[in-house]
């Protein structure tokens, strides 16, 4: 098993450029979440989904957008990067929210400029 | 919201040292997870522990619930404990988030 993975790793965006983070996990987890982190804090959650077809706001959805199409897949969408989405991007997955572990993958690192 | 509080925010450890680190929160939690985020990054589930204690290794964690609050504790730590560790809380109602604390940032000295 791979786990919980996220393409790509870094990117440099400018501003008003788009982008999609993309996180595959094959775990068979029915949720899937979207974090970020800035400098010497702890993660802020963007979106989350519960199933496929299904997504919901976190705590900082604004400028983000979200798409579960497939269960295995939780995309992440930038319309228009600014400079205070600058962060590290972890993408999280759980079998259930009454299950044991959220199980994250390595991080996407984004600067935009 | 609920307010997530981690203790110290730093601490520095000789190899073979001991060490307690506390997260505090604001309100009752359906779920509370303790993780390890390494030097490079990556970030690994410790413990789920919503109440009780557990133990694994050299590692153990105790949740007091009615109190608001939780315990890791590290014995005879190692260089590579270094980290910063986060807890996480899961607010009641079945919300499905999870929000962190800003974390303990532990280096153990060789």
């Known amino acids: 098993n791979a786990g919980v993975t996220q393409t790509p790793k870094f990117r440099v965006l400018k501003t008003g450029q788009s982008m999609t983070l993309l996180c595959a996990q094959d775990?068979?987890?029915?949720?899937m979440y979207w974090y970020r982190q800035d400098p010497g804090m702890g993660l802020r959650l963007i979106h989350y989904s519960v199933g496929e077809g299904t997504t919901a706001k976190g705590e900082v959805p604004d400028g983000y957008n979200v798409s579960r199409l497939k269960k295995q897949n939780f995309l992440l969408g930038l319309e228009s990067a600014a400079p205070s989405q600058t962060s590290v991007y972890f993408c999280?997955?759980?079998?259930?929210?009454?299950?044991?572990?959220?199980?994250f993958g390595p991080g996407t690192r984004l600067l935009v400029l | 919201g609920i307010q997530v509080e981690q203790s110290p925010p730093d601490l520095i450890l000789q190899e073979g040292a001991n060490s307690t680190l506390r997260c505090n929160f604001s309100d009752s939690v359906n779920n509370l997870q303790w993780f390890h985020q390494n030097p490079w990054g990556q970030l690994i589930n410790l413990f789920y522990i919503p109440s009780g204690t557990k133990q694994n290794g050299r590692l153990s964690a105790t949740t007091v619930a009615t109190e608001r609050y939780s315990l890791l504790y590290i014995s005879s730590s190692q260089t590579t404990d270094s980290g910063v560790y986060f807890c996480a809380v899961e607010p009641p109602s079945g919300t499905y988030k999870y929000i962190f604390g800003t974390g303990t940032r532990l280096k153990v000295l060789a």
């Open positions: 999280a997955s759980s079998y259930s929210s009454y299950q044991e572990t959220q199980y």
């Open positions: 775990m068979n987890h029915e949720y």
